[in-house]
C-alpha cells in the first residue's frame, strides 16, 4: 500500500487539505499519515479540531516574531526526521506557504514524489503577495503532480514548461465549505448564542485583512475605509475577525473606532463559515475566501492591488478594488445602495468547482500507483 503524507502548516491548508485527507483515509487504498509544522499554531489547532485530524508529527515550528529564514530552515531540518522515519512514497503540499515550499524541496532532497493541490496561481509579481508568489513558482518546478484548480492556472504552468500531470480539478476549498456547512447546520443555535452580539437588523460586511504586503501605509488606508464606510452606514455591521500578527492586531485597534466596527478575535473555520453564509458581502485580502464565498453566493471586494484568482474576477464573482480609501469606499457604498449590482455579482456563477475536487485528486492518483 502507497504511503501519503500530507504536509500542512497553517489554518487555509488545514481547510483545504481536510477534506482530502477525508477522502484517502476513507479509500483504504493508501496508507495515510499527516505531519503540521505549525507555522501558526493556535489557528491552525483550532482547524484540525474542527476536522477531527490528530497529526502523526507534529514540528512545532511557531516562536514569536519568526523570520522567514528561520522558518522555512528550520521546517527543512526537521522534515529530514519524518521522512527518515516515515518513508513516504507520495508527499502532498497544497497552496503556497513556507510550509508548502518546504515541504516540496525537502522532499526533492529525498527523491520523494511530490503532489500539489492548488497548483498553477500566478499575479507574475515575484513580492505581490510576498513571498507565496515564488513559494507557488518554486514548488511547481518542484512538483511531479500539479492539481490545478482551473484551465487558466493550468494554462499558466503550460506556460513556464510544466507539460505532465497536470489536472484540472477545481478547488478543494469548495468541498471543505460543504464539509463544513454539514457539519455546523446540526448546531446553528450554538452559532447564534456566540454572535447574540450581532443586530440581526442590520446587513453585516465580512472583512478580513492581514496580508503581509500591505503592512504599513496601505494598511492605514484601508482601515480609513472601513471608518468611512462604518460612519456613512449606521445600518450595516462590518465584523472584523482579527488577525494575530502586530502589525494588523495593533493598528486596527488602534484607527478602526466606529462604534458599527465589531473587531473580533480570530475565529475558527465553522465559527467563520456560519458569519460567512450570514453576511451581506465581504472584504478581503484572502485568497481562498475569494473562492469560498461565491459558492455561498456572497459578492467579494478583493482588498489587494493583484490577484492570482482572476478567474473569479473575469467570471463576475469578485472585483479587485484595490487598497486605496476612496476605491475601498466606492465600490462597497456600490454594492450597498445598488441591490441589482449586488445581486448581478451574488449569482455569477463560481468558476472555481463543485465541490469535488478531493474525490478526483484520489482517483487520479490510484490509477496512477
Known sequence: MPKALFIFGTRPEAIKLAPLIRVFEESGMFSVMTCVTAQHREMLDQELK???????????????????FQVTANA?????????E?????????????????????????????????????TYDKYSPFPEEMNRLLTSRLSDFHFAHTMQAKQNLNREGINQHIYVVGNTVIDALKLGLSIINHDDRHYQN????????????????????????????????????????????????????????EVAHQLLTAPNIKLIEPVGYPYFIWLMNKCHLVLTDSGGIQEEAPALGKPVLVLRNVTERMEGIEAGTAKLTGT????????????????????RM??????????????KIHDILEAIF
Open 346 to 359: 451574488a449569482k455569477a456563477i463560481n468558476p472555481y468547482g463543485d465541490g469535488n475536487a478531493s474525490r
Open 324 to 343: 486605496k480609501t476612496e476605491n475601498i469606499v466606492r465600490d462597497t457604498q456600490n454594492l450597498l445602495d445598488d441591490p441589482i449590482a449586488c445581486q
Open 50 to 68: 474542527f476536522f477531527n485530524i490528530l497529526p502523526d508529527f507534529d514540528l512545532n515550528l511557531m516562536q514569536p516574531n519568526q523570520s522567514l
Open 76 to 84: 527543512i531540518i526537521k522534515l529530514e526526521k519524518v521522512f527518515e
Open 86 to 122: 516515515a518513508h513516504p512514497d507520495l508527499v502532498f503540499v497544497q497552496g503556497d506557504t513556507t510550509s508548502v515550499f518546504a515541504g516540496a524541496l525537502a522532499a526533492f532532497y529525498k527523491k520523494i514524489l511530490v503532489a500539489h493541490v492548488e497548483a498553477g496561481l500566478r
Open 194 to 249: 456566540y454572535f447574540s452580539f450581532l443586530d440581526s437588523h442590520k446587513k453585516m460586511i465580512l472583512i478580513t485583512c492581514h496580508r503581509r504586503e500591505i503592512f504599513g501605509t496601505q494598511f492605514i488606508d484601508i482601515c480609513q475605509a472601513f471608518n468611512t464606510l462604518a460612519n456613512n452606514n449606521p445600518d450595516v455591521e462590518m465584523v472584523y475577525p482579527v488577525h494575530l500578527n502586530p502589525n494588523i492586531k
